[in-house]
């Protein structure tokens, strides 16, 4: 059974569809711990609901970059981690934890990568830039994650129209709907194939 730790930044409606998932039985897994980067967010308080640990681990908590990294690594060898899963969160992930979970790391993102994905492409502002550009249609990727923001090979996709109408709060709960859907379908698929090994 695969174990999965969920990284979050903000409300977590990412991180409940994959509890939902765990839940229900659709992911062969589970969710040995949250962790944040921020206190007072509503991903905390679905951890608490689901009895699932959380910690908050954050560069500012430390004197230097080491030992931020360290105390992330020491947290995910003791939840003996296979897979780890960026649903929201915000913060890059150092290059020593990338080097040490190589390929089992995957982030969800709100557009059609490699369009309007890298630094500063996060929240609503992906949103708002495809409706500034005027794209026909929009939608999420599941990625792998590699040094940089946005940049690793795509797992998957789903695409959402864009309509003339929308404003960017309407397409990003369209995009949401379906991320909702496509990050579970994608752990569950890994999930199945960490079985097999
Ligand atoms: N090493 C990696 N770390 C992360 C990746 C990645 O692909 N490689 N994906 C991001 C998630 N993400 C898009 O999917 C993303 C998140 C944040 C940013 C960004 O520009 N952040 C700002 C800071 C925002 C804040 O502090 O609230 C910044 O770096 O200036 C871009 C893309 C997660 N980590
Ligand atoms: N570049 C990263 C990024 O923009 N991620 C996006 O943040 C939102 C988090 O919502 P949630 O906290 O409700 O899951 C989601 O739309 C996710 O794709």
Redesign the pocket.
Known sequence: MINIVVFA?GSGTNFQSIIDAVEEGKINGRIRGLITNKTDIQSIERARKHNIPHVTIYPGAFDNQSEYVDTLLTRLANWETDLIV?AG???????AV?ENYEGKII????SLLPKY??????GINVHQAVLENEEQESGCTV?I????????PVLAQRKVPVYDTDDAEELAKRVLKQEHQLLPEVIAKLANKHSKT
């Open positions: 930044s960026l969160y915000m913060l890059k992930i150092p290059s990338i982030n969800i993102h709100p994905g890298g630094k500063g492409f996060y990625h994650v590699t040094e940089e923001y946005d940049e690793g």
